[in-house]
């Protein structure tokens, strides 16, 4: 099994400011048709997750440009150009090229 | 728009089976991959199964023993069984699409998540 590790937990950003999050995959997410299958979820309150990021550093549609995703192999990272109230919520790593796995989540909260 | 809506018991009692149906409207259920997600109450995200809509399927190893996934195609509904199910497997239970196009779109959209609690 493919094991996901988010670092960190949480975090408290000032709005307006920069966000990062990491992912690490316990093995590489490099498939053999040359596709990397990382994603990234923004859970809000209340609400059901939504794709943010696919394939590692695609935007999904309506997704915001201030959300970039990038990295390779095993190491991942999801960042917020600058935050804003909204972006408030629990993100989500997670692989897909064996089966599915989640990381276990960053909360993310405005100072 | 694609709408995906979970339905089925709030309740199962220890050692019984959950049941629980995503009804797929706004498009048809054909040439996508669907699956079960489940969120124990202030906790993370757990895959659970995906199907196609062929109903070629595939399980996490963890609850492979347990679960079954099934599609109907007719009704535009895929459905998940879990059986001997106890108190760890109280959670919010989603529905979420999968969809191929050049790039993998996994889960593109999810239900609202319905709660089934566990308890006698």
């Known amino acids: 099994d493919i094991v996901m590790t988010q670092t960190p937990l949480s975090l408290s950003v000032t709005p307006g400011q920069p966000a990062s999050i990491s992912c690490m995959s316990s093995?590489?997410?490099?498939?053999?048709?040359?596709?990397?299958?990382l994603y990234w979820y923004l859970q809000r309150p209340g609400q059901s997750p939504q794709l943010l990021i696919y394939?590692?550093?695609s935007r999904f549609s309506g997704v915001p440009d201030r959300f970039s995703g990038s990295g390779s192999g095993t190491d991942f990272t999801l960042k917020i150009s600058r935050v804003e109230a909204e972006d408030v919520g629990v993100y989500y790593c997670?692989?897909?090229?064996?089966?599915?796995?989640f990381g276990q989540g960053t909360k993310v909260e405005i100072k | 728009q694609v709408q995906l809506q979970e339905s089925g018991p709030g309740l199962v009692k220890p050692s019984e089976t959950l049941s629980l149906t995503c009804s797929v409207s706004?498009?048809?259920?054909?040439?996508?991959?669907w699956s079960w997600i489940r969120q124990p109450p202030g906790k993370g995200l757990e895959w659970i199964a995906n199907?196609?809509?062929?109903?070629?399927?595939n399980y996490n190893p963890s609850l492979k023993s347990r679960v079954t996934i099934s599609v109907d195609t007719s009704k535009n509904q895929f459905s998940l069984r879990l059986s001997s199910v106890t108190a760890a497997d109280t959670a919010v239970y989603y529905c979420?699409?999968?969809?191929?196009?050049?790039?993998?779109?996994?889960?593109?959209?999810w239900g609202q998540g319905t709660l089934v609690t566990v308890s006698s």
């Open positions: 979420a699409r999968e969809r191929y196009d050049n790039s993998w779109y996994v889960f593109d959209y």
């Open positions: 706004g498009g048809s259920i054909s040439r996508y991959y």
């Open positions: 199907i196609y809509y062929s109903g070629s399927t």
């Open positions: 093995r590489s997410l490099l498939h053999s048709d040359g596709k990397t299958y």
């Open positions: 394939e590692v550093s």
């Open positions: 997670m692989q897909g090229v064996h089966l599915r796995t």
